[in-house]
């Protein structure tokens, strides 16, 4: 038998850079997906609209993949292959997040409807695209992580998403400077230079797959058929790890749309931060305070990689020792601006996807080494009950804080075992289709409960939304513009308050029920793997109770 040459994936530098190049469109993606959370009270005052409009925009962002595109996209992805599908559905997030910039700004019309309209469809668009790109960036970290370190591969992929989440929340007011459209132009930017970066990664696809089919031991895709479909969904350890995955995401991303609002009204947290509590960076405030989440990002990379690429355990010691101790100096450093940041509604909640960034590769790191990643996905659940009745039932600032936290933790804890888990379950021809129809079930719990908590939230606050549109109708005969009407009605809510806060306890309870479905159904995973062998609870690399039976009967044969 032929040797086995060696192949760009087998250069450590290459995968990590490759990592990087696909990491700027999951990057780009998450930041317009979450960035209008930092916003939500600016578009209520500056644009006229209402939560219920609020989760209706947000919620656009799920109907074509509600009704399937991502399955599309998923079969496209294993027929077309890595590279035509990126472009095709990058340039489609692309569209759609500069359609939604244009609607923003008023290009059509200032009317609000048209604004509306425009933003939707913009959203629509973006969305058919987003999810698709995220299936794409796991299946071409299966393509060149597979039997490395794919958990952790996964998981810092995943952080660069988190990380664009949580700037997108802090940084959107002060890049906007108190206006709406242009918080939303950079946001759109930022896809168009990920979009750029997948193309510069073409270049060592096409390479690799050069090398690829040089390579006798490489087996040759199969052409996509409907059966296979059929095998998926009636896969029970499939099942169940697509439906964790609806019920987990649908407890967390519509809450983080939410989450600063629920900050301001419940804790009384402020909005605007004070000139002192920002940190400048060549002239820029924006620049200076994402600084600090990159900062954050890095520490949170050097605590897994630094130590790993070391093989002395006295080495690995000292160079962790040497990270955390330059990590507490980093905090102390920032203990008063930290200390303003923890007051104010839009940064306290990116501890959320803050959470994650800080440990999703250090799980990532632990599933690799150690396995357990059905147990860890069971506690992720646990975490997620915690932090939503702690931020629901309870009025304790320090209650919420460490809710807030222990959701940032979950939702690092059951993505970073939840994904490679998949890579277990489906053959890697097939990750498109699979992660495709894991993606679309997801939206549509996303789709219900994006919608569903602006909905409830007007609907438990009928006195709030009355005296809302009351005292816009009142500025608006004053003859004020936009802009002015949105700081007096800031004042009127957040100062002098004699517009009542929004209560969130109905709407954030409603999450609390998906945390124990999510529980019940890690459970259950962790129960079928037993009986179906695909070895969730092993390290990556292991084999498996059912390969190792497979190969013990190819030997017989």
């Not at 990664?201 to 040089?214: A, E, H, N, T």
């Not at 940190?279 to 605590?303: M, P, R």
């Not at 955390?324 to 203990?335: A, D, G, N, R």
């Not at 601006?337 to 996807?353: C, D, E, V």
């Amino acid at each position: 038998m032929e040797a086995i040459k060696k192949t760009l994936k087998d250069s450590a530098g290459l995968r990590w850079l490759v990592l990087i190049l696909i990491s700027g469109l999951t990057f780009g993606t998450y930041w317009f997906q979450d960035f209008f959370s930092g916003i939500k009270p600016l578009m209520i005052t500056e644009l006229g609209i209402t939560s219920s409009q609020f989760g209706t925009l947000i919620q656009w962002t799920t109907w074509a993949n509600v009704f399937g595109m991502i399955i599309i996209g998923g079969i496209i992805l294993d027929n077309w292959g890595i590279r035509r599908t990126g472009i095709v559905f990058g340039s489609l997030a692309t569209l759609g997040a500069a359609l939604t910039a244009m609607g923003a700004a008023g290009t059509f019309s200032d009317d609000l409807d048209t604004q509306m309209w425009t933003m939707m469809i913009g959203r629509l668009l973006f969305g058919s695209g987003l999810e698709v790109v995220c299936v794409i960036a796991m299946r071409t970290i299966v393509k060149w992580f597979k039997g490395y370190e794919l958990a952790l591969a996964m998981a810092i992929n995943m952080g660069f998403g988190r990380l664009g989440s949580t700037l997108g929340q802090a940084l959107s007011i002060d890049i906007g400077g108190g206006v709406v459209s242009p918080s939303v132009n950079f946001a759109a930017t930022l896809i168009g230079i990920g979009l750029l970066m997948f193309l510069i990664y073409i270049m060592f696809d096409v390479k690799l797959d050069r090398q690829l089919k040089g390579n006798v031991a490489t087996e040759e895709d199969e052409p996509f058929r409907f059966s296979d479909l059929v095998k998926l969904i009636t896969n029970r350890s499939f099942i169940l790890i697509a439906l964790l995955c609806v019920t987990f995401y649908s407890a967390v991303f519509p809450f983080m749309q939410y989450a600063p609002d629920l900050l301001i009204h419940k804790f009384n947290f402020t909005y605007d931060l004070p000139e002192r509590a920002t940190i400048e960076f060549f002239g820029s405030k924006a620049l200076g305070n994402a600084s600090v989440y990159i900062a954050l990002f890095i520490f949170a990379l050097a605590v897994t990689l630094v130590p790993g690429r070391i093989k002395s355990r006295r080495g690995k010691t000292v160079s962790l020792i040497i990270v955390l101790v330059l990590f507490v100096v980093f905090i102390y450093s920032l203990s008063d601006t930290f200390g303003m940041w923890l007051r104010n509604g839009p940064k306290t909640a990116s501890l959320i996807p803050l959470g994650s960034i800080l440990f999703t590769p250090i799980f990532g790191k632990i599933v690799d080494n150690k396995g357990r990643a059905a147990s860890l996905m069971i506690l992720g659940a646990f975490l997620l009950i915690f932090a939503h009745l702690t931020l629901s039932v309870f009025d304790n600032v320090v209650l919420g804080y460490l809710g807030l936290l222990s959701l940032g933790i979950a939702f690092s804890l059951v993505p970073a075992a939840m994904w490679p888990s998949v890579s277990k379950i489906v053959a890697e021809n097939r990750l498109g289709t699979a992660y495709a129809t894991m993606f679309t079930v997801q939206n549509w719990g996303l789709n219900l409960f994006f919608w569903g908590i602006g909905w409830s939230l007007d609907k438990v606050n009928p006195d709030v939304v009355a005296r809302l549109e009351s005292a816009r109708n009142d500025l608006e005969k004053q003859g004020l513009s936009n802009i002015e009407i949105s700081d007096k009605l800031r004042h009127m809510q957040f100062v002098t308050q004699e517009i009542p806060s929004f209560d969130y306890t109905i709407p954030i309870l409603m999450l609390v029920g998906l945390g124990v479905i999510a529980m019940f159904l890690a459970f259950m995973l962790k129960r079928a793997d037993r009986k179906q062998g695909y070895g969730l609870e092993l390290p990556s690399g292991a084999e498996s109770p059912r390969e190792k039976e497979a190969r013990e009967r190819a030997n017989v044969e």
